[in-house]
C-alpha cells in the first residue's frame, strides 16, 4: 500500500491499520484497560511537561510516519510526545513514543516496533506490559 493509497482510505478504515514496508498490518481494538493506561500516561506527561516547551505535544493513537522510502511505513504509537501540534507528526518531528503492550502485543512490542522507530530515529521509545 501506498502513502497515496492510505491516505484515500476512509477514516474509519484508516484507524484499524498500520502499513509497514508498504503493507498493511490489520490492528484489532485494544482493550479498555490499554486505553485507560495510555490516556492516563499520556495525561501525566502533558501535565509534567515544563513550560519552555509549549510547542511539544502530547497525544494517543496519532499516526506517525516512521519512512516514505523505500515503501511507506506508518505506525500508531498508543502515545506520541512530538513537536508542532498545528499538524500530524512524521519521525523526524517525535520525541518520544509509547506502547502499551499485552501478551499478545509483546513480541512485537519489543522486537520489530523497537527497531523501526530505532531506524526512524526516534530518540525515545517507551513500553509498558501489561500483565496477563
Known amino acids: 500500500m501506498t502513502e497515496a493509497e492510505y491516505r484515500a482510505l476512509p477514516e474509519a478504515v484508516a484507524r484499524t491499520v498500520e502499513v509497514v514496508?508498504?503493507?498493511?498490518i490489520k490492528r484489532e481494538s485494544p482493550a479498555p484497560q490499554h486505553n485507560?493506561?495510555?490516556r492516563r500516561l499520556a495525561g501525566a506527561l502533558e501535565s509534567a511537561r515544563s513550560t519552555a516547551w509549549p510547542c511539544?505535544?502530547?497525544?494517543?493513537g496519532i499516526d506517525v510516519?516512521?519512512?516514505r522510502v523505500p515503501t511507506f511505513t506508518l505506525r500508531r504509537p498508543d502515545v506520541v510526545i512530538y513537536q508542532d501540534p498545528s499538524q500530524k507528526p512524521d519521525a523526524s518531528q517525535v520525541q518520544?513514543?509509547?506502547e502499551v503492550?499485552?501478551?499478545g502485543t509483546v513480541r512485537e512490542d519489543l522486537t520489530d516496533k523497537r527497531i523501526q522507530y530505532a531506524d526512524?530515529?526516534?530518540p525515545r521509545y517507551l513500553l509498558v506490559l501489561l500483565d496477563g
Not at 56 to 60: H, I
Open 101 to 103: 503492550a499485552s501478551p
Open 36 to 38: 485507560r493506561i495510555a
Open 65 to 67: 510516519v516512521l519512512w
Open 56 to 60: 511539544l505535544s502530547v497525544e494517543t
Open 120 to 122: 526512524a530515529r526516534i
Open 96 to 98: 518520544a513514543v509509547v
Open 21 to 24: 514496508h508498504g503493507h498493511v
